[in-house]
């Protein structure tokens, strides 16, 4: 006999925003089942910037010598909201300029060529001296250069074997950007950018356990590439694949446990899920412990 189970948003374990349970009324023994997800559907609401991955920080350098750390908070960000905060941090630093007409005039900014499938960053000088009705704003502890000179990004190297950085998201190798700061220069990425580390999610169950998978409690995945933030993904498969559940399973509950590919828990900030999965009988004869 089949047996359906429904995992809502009510199947939280909070604190986390990732694992969701469902509970039996009494302990259960479950011998030679299989188990298979017939539908689902989740909103694309997890970060791609966050401190879990280690990408949300880098540091300007100012042309009076002082570096500042730039972190961002944990979030979704495309690249113009990657510039957006850019700006903000310049403003706090008093690192700009205020043009003749009251604007505030920038030399960092990050952009995408969508032509070239890259990211540039645009740095402009800041000269000896000021056109006329330009300043520097009020506070600010740096003066005007004696050699026109150009601020810079530093973008920090990993620190291993699967970490990532602000340099993967914007596709620029660690280093210091731009190498020359005398003039007004466009640094290009070397690399594709890759603006959401996470492209495909892993369902996990604490019923399975596969040895032939290099992910043994693996029971579903499913890509995420091009999926926008707040888009609702809706799964349901034509053909569901069942995977051996742990031969005599008992226990009082089933837990489902959402990653990304590299098994790094999901920050979903919209937990409104639906999922539903089939228990029945196992078909094959395939014995896993």
């Known amino acids: 006999m089949s ?4 995992i809502t948003g009510n199947n939280l374990v909070a604190p986390s925003t990732n694992i969701f349970q469902y509970n039996f009324l009494t ?5 030679k089942h299989e188990i298979a997800l017939i539908q689902g559907s989740i909103f694309r609401s997890w970060n791609n910037i966050s401190a879990t991955y280690g990408n949300n920080t880098y540091t300007v350098h100012w042309i009076n010598g002082t570096n500042a750390v ?14 957006n905060f850019l700006q903000a941090f310049l403003v706090q630093q008093k ?19 969508t032509i070239y499938y890259n990211v540039e960053l645009t740095s402009d000088v800041i000269p000896t001296v000021l056109p006329a009705g330009w300043s520097i704003p009020a506070g600010a502890t740096w003066v005007l250069p004696g050699v026109a000179t150009t601020p810079q990004v530093i973008i920090p190297a990993d620190e291993g074997s699967g970490t990532m950085t ?39 169950c604490n019923a399975v356990n596969c040895p032939l998978s290099t992910t043994p409690d693996l029971i579903f995945s499913f890509g995420t590439a091009g ?27 089933l837990q489902f446990t959402f990653t990304d590919q590299n098994l ?16 029945r009988p196992r078909i094959k004869n395939v014995n896993f412990a």
């Open 3 to 6: 047996t359906l189970y429904v």
């Open 27 to 31: 302990n259960l023994n479950i011998p």
């Open 70 to 83: 730039l972190t961002m908070p944990d979030g979704i960000y495309q690249i113009t909201d990657i510039n």
């Open 95 to 113: 690192w700009y300029l205020i043009d003749n007409n009251g604007n505030n005039n920038y030399q960092l900014a990050w952009s995408l060529n």
């Open 166 to 204: 602000f340099g993967s998201i914007i596709g620029f190798n660690s280093g210091t950007y731009p190498s020359v700061t005398t003039a007004n220069i466009i640094s290009t990425s070397q690399n594709a950018p890759e603006v959401d580390p996470v492209n495909t999610v892993f369902i996990r």
């Open 227 to 253: 999926v926008a933030a707040g888009t609702q993904i809706v799964l349901q498969p034509a053909f569901p694949l069942f995977v051996p559940m742990i031969d005599n399973f008992s226990g009082k509950y």
């Open 264 to 279: 790094v828990p999901l920050v979903m900030k919209d937990t409104s899920i639906t999922f539903t999965f089939c228990i």
